[in-house]
């Protein structure tokens, strides 16, 4: 979190990760696109459509006395292009675990997962966490739960974390998981997104 005094700005950075396909690109695109902000997203695309690098984008909002200033990004779960990761989360405020809730995806996430611990050790427990468990219309029924995943998350030792059905494609819990990850980092203020 920066704080820049003389303009009364505080920025803050949000990170979208997960593992590939798991719907980051398409919450983060649903998102800009609520606060008809489309054109300040950026997404690094291949040709077919995946994300190679990261997507990144700013999201502003003014208070009465100071502006919020959100900087969006999202990290690749791709392996080949893992040297990326470490940049994009450095510094980060809030992290938006973007899950693919279908129960055969179990082993991907959780190996997304322990990423995330490898990087951040102890200091994870102090950053703000949702995790979306999206893709929440597929699966049939058998889809990954919160006891899924106490199997490798030890819930009682964040200091925020919460967890959220998404459904990117409709925008289903999207900002609801958006204003509980703001909300986590800033406990004082109330919202009026
Ligand atoms: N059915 C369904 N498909 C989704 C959902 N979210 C994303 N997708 C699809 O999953 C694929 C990967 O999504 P994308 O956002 O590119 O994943 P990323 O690699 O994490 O950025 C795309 O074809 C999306 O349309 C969802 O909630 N439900
Ligand atoms: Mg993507």
């Known amino acids: 979190m920066i704080l820049n005094y003389d303009e ?4 803050v950075k949000i990170v979208y990760y997960g593992p590939a396909m798991s719907g980051k690109t398409t919450s983060i695109k649903y998102l800009f696109n609520y606060f008809n902000k489309e054109e300040q997203l950026n997404s690094i695309d291949n040709s077919v459509g995946r994300t190679l690098f990261f997507d990144f984008g700013v999201l502003e909002f003014k208070g009465a006395e100071w502006n919020l200033k959100l900087l ?3 990290a690749t779960g791709q392996d080949f292009y893992s040297s990326t990761r470490p940049a994009t989360l450095k510094g980060v405020d809030g992290i938006i675990f973007v899950v693919d809730s279908k129960r055969e995806c179990l082993d991907h996430n959780f190996r997304s997962w322990k990423e995330l611990e490898y990087y951040f050790d102890e200091e994870l427990y102090q950053i703000p966490i949702v995790i979306a468990l999206n893709k929440y ?9 919160e006891t899924d995943l106490n199997q490798v998350i030890d819930f009682d030792k964040f200091k925020s974390i919460y967890i959220a059905e998404t ?11 958006f204003k509980k990850l703001i909300q986590s980092i800033f406990p004082k203020i109330s919202l009026n997104l």
């Open 8 to 11: 009364k700005i505080i920025q």
């Open 167 to 177: 459904i990117a494609i409709t925008g289903e819990g999207l900002l609801y998981s």
């Open 137 to 145: 219309d597929l699966g049939n029924g058998k889809k990954i739960s």
């Open 72 to 74: 969006i990004y999202s």
